[in-house]
């Protein structure tokens, strides 16, 4: 006799049903009015940090006459023009404006959270799919994906200005090397976490404009008081390693993730800045969900 077990099976509906609810929470933020401004928002930020970029790199190449320090701007000019020099300026270019246009990400993932609880219709879900955790893992899913689909429009015009921009410069740089491959991805990672921790306080919080205040608060306020409080202990003991330390805040562990070089000046290698994300992601999401089981969504 043959038994067959109906542990295969179950997984195999376990699976579909996630993917039926990530589904269901993209279609929930897609077919709204919010969704479609967010993007329009992102595209038209991308293209003036696109063009703002391509005209800083161009008086770089091309330095003005009438500067007071030319002989050392011209000197700069002639190290950007070198193959490193070159590759440096198209990351640049294929990561224009991305420290702050992850902020999309986050204020998206805001509302896929508190538009439930602001227009009642979180009780409706959590009755549908009484697993809280799990509804909760399909709108982290949900706002990932979105968010990478952010990076992905991104990421696509930056990489058809950049080759057109390095064309009109006359200049060559294969955007296939690792130089401007490492910033592009690390970028994809920062949106993702940054939309986790967008959702994340949005459940959190609750209230939109709560949320909005908190996220905000922490890039704005979190960059300025880690830069500040580095400073000052850096002023008082000496130490260079102290400038780094201010990585800690998110905003600035966002820009030494995707920064082409070094963000600034004793700042930590690349991958220090995505665990620091990642942490705070990975605790904020974990918080959301131990919160969101206990607390009464009625």
Known sequence: MTVRSLAPGRARASGARSLRLVRAEIMKVRTTRTWWLFLAGFTLFTAAALTSNGFSHHYQLYPQPDLPDRAQALAQAARARTPAGVAAIAASMMTSGQ???????????????????????????????????????????????LGALFWLVATVASGVTTAFFLH?????????????????????????????????????????????????????????????????????????????????????????????GRAFPHAPASWAGALIMAGYALALAAAAITVIRRRDVT
Not at 109 to 117: L, N
Request: charged share 10%; net charge positive; hydrophobic share 60%.
């Open 99 to 145: 420290i702050l246009s992850v902020l999309f990400a986050m204020l998206l993932g805001m509302r896929a959270a508190t538009d439930e609880f602001a227009q009642h219709t979180a009780a409706a879900t959590f009755m549908t799919v009484p697993r809280r955790a799990r509804v909760i893992g399909a709108k982290l899913t949900a706002v990932i994906c």
């Open 168 to 260: 009109g410069q006359h200049l060559s740089a294969p955007l296939a090397s690792w130089t401007v491959i490492r910033p592009v991805l690390l970028s994809l990672l920062a949106f993702a976490t940054w939309a986790t921790l967008g959702l994340s306080l949005g459940t959190l919080i609750r209230s939109p404009a709560g949320a909005v205040i908190a996220g905000l608060a922490g890039y704005a306020g979190g960059f300025a008081a880690a830069e500040l409080i580095s400073r000052l202990i850096y002023n008082l003991d000496g130490q260079a390693w102290i400038l780094g330390a201010s990585v800690i805040a998110p905003a600035v562990a966002t820009e030494v993730m995707i920064s082409p």
